[in-house]
């Protein structure tokens, strides 16, 4: 899917570049919020990623509850937890993270990807960063 065709679909729109979390991404990921933090409404951010964009291996920790939801808006990504085989991400697709589980997604190669991330909330909730997803690794999905 091209940029243009990509645009038509992604309704909740690209956003700016996501400079702020750059150092944890491969290529270009941009953010959208959806909500107003500074209210103290939920924190909710349309993110895309550019083709073969894709976030480091991380974890959501949290003592009790937290964890993240991705709702998935337009393009087609990759969705992956440490062990497990990666999992398709299309339009429609949610993806329910739990606290303390070490994972990593973002586009496919040859797609745009957008997903609405719902940070869980939780007690003593961080999120540490780990290693990049290696490009021998994202090139055999």
Known sequence: M????????????????????????????YLNPLTDMQKGELPLFNVTFEPGCRNNWHIHHADKNGGQ??????????????????????????????ANVKHWHGAKKDSWFSHIAIEVPGENCSTEWCEP????????L
Do not use: M
């Not at 243009?4 to 290529?27: P, R, S, V, W």
């Not at 997803?133 to 055999?140: A, G, H, P, T, V």
């Open 2 to 29: 091209n940029e243009e065709q990509f645009e038509k679909g992604n309704i909740f729109g690209k956003g700016d570049l996501n400079t702020a979390f750059a150092q944890y991404f491969i290529g270009n990921s």
């Open 133 to 140: 997803i290696s490009d021998e690794e994202y090139q055999k």
């Open 69 to 98: 939801i991705l709702i998935c808006t337009a393009g087609s990504g990759w969705y992956q937890e440490e062990g497990k085989e990666a999992v398709d991400l299309q339009p429609g697709t949610v993806i329910v993270i739990p």
